[in-house]
Every structure is written in structure tokens, then in C-alpha cells.
């Protein structure tokens, strides 16, 4: 799957490892959820850096359809909360 960080770019992500992205998801919806901002923060860089970690960064020129798009690093909890949909920012 291709996975598109917002203002970064793009990375190749095997699909075995959606599982451990969303349990990442599953907690940064619940601090959402209960306006824990400090935590929303923590959360949304340790999502954000195993993309990273087990993702292939695509070459810059590369413009491949992204099934998943994430937040940039900086994103407020607003920003993401208008982003979210019924399953968090990792579809099931």
C-alpha cells in the first residue's frame, strides 16, 4: 500500500503491517476523543515514525494513488479530528 504523509511525501508499506498501525490509531483516537493533547502528540509521532520505520520512501517525482493519506508531524488536534473517519485515520 502507498501511504502519503502530508508534506513529506510518499512511502511503500507492506499490508502485514497495518495491524500494528492501528493500534496506534485505535490510541490516538482515544486521546482524541477525551482532549488529551499531549498524548494526541506523542501518539501521532509514533504512528507517524513507523510508517517511516517500516515503509519504503518513494522518490520525490513519484506521484503514485495513496490509499492511505496521514497528517503532517505538526497537525493540531483539530486538523486531525476533521480528518478522521467512523474507523480513525486507518481504515480496518
Known sequence: MIVRIMGEGQVKLADS???EL???DDVLLKEMESGD???FRTTLHALLDKVRELGTPLPDDS???SELILPAPD???EDVTAMLGDDGLIPS
Open 17 to 19: 503491517h497495518v495491524v
Open 22 to 24: 492501528n493500534e496506534l
Open 37 to 39: 493533547g499531549p498524548g
Open 63 to 65: 506521484l503514485e494513488p
Open 75 to 77: 497537525a493540531t488536534l
